[in-house]
């Protein structure tokens, strides 16, 4: 079951809860909906693996435990904040961020999420529990092509 609400308040913010699955295709395609063009395959893939992360790690594909997204736009900024129900993590520093290319690592891609996250957003930021997600792309900044032409 998906939810969606619409609240006024400074800026308007957009909320879309839905059970925790791996699939996705609707939430994204509502996610993307305002995201123009060019920018919406790297984007898709940035909120697809934060979505993917929040069900699968966060709330261990628990099917009773809810996703909770909300979004705005301010001028160019897209942002989204995602919350989940597990017991959290603690986030690595930017500059702890990379792919870890031991053995052990290779086969389960450790690391390969946060990194894309980063390439992907421009602000990328958790709560100290590690349960919330916050995200903003800006799309009309010329110093930032987007990588997928």
Not at 26 to 43: H, K, M, N, S, T
Not at 91 to 115: H, K, N, T, V
Not at 117 to 142: A, P, S, Y
Request: net charge positive; hydrophobic share 40%; charged share 20%.
């Amino acid at each position: 079951m998906v939810a969606i609400s619409s609240q006024s308040v400074k800026r308007s913010w957009n909320t879309v809860s839905f059970a925790s699955t791996l699939y996705l295709v609707p939430i994204l395609e509502l996610l993307l909906a305002e995201i123009p063009p060019q920018w919406r395959p790297e984007v898709k893939l940035g909120l697809q693996e934060a979505l993917v992360n929040a069900a699968k790690h966060g709330n261990k594909l628990d099917p009773s435990k809810t996703i909770l997204v909300r979004f705005s736009i301010i001028t160019d900024q897209y942002w989204w904040i995602i919350s989940d129900e597990g017991s959290g993590f603690r986030p690595p520093q930017f500059w702890e961020i990379g792919l870890d290319q031991s053995p052990a690592c290779q086969e389960r891609e450790c690391g390969r999420g946060l990194y894309i996250l980063h390439q992907v957003f421009d602000r990328v930021q958790w709560n100290r529990q590690g349960t919330e997600l916050r995200l903003c792309k800006q799309v009309h900044n010329l110093s930032k092509l987007p990588m997928v032409p």
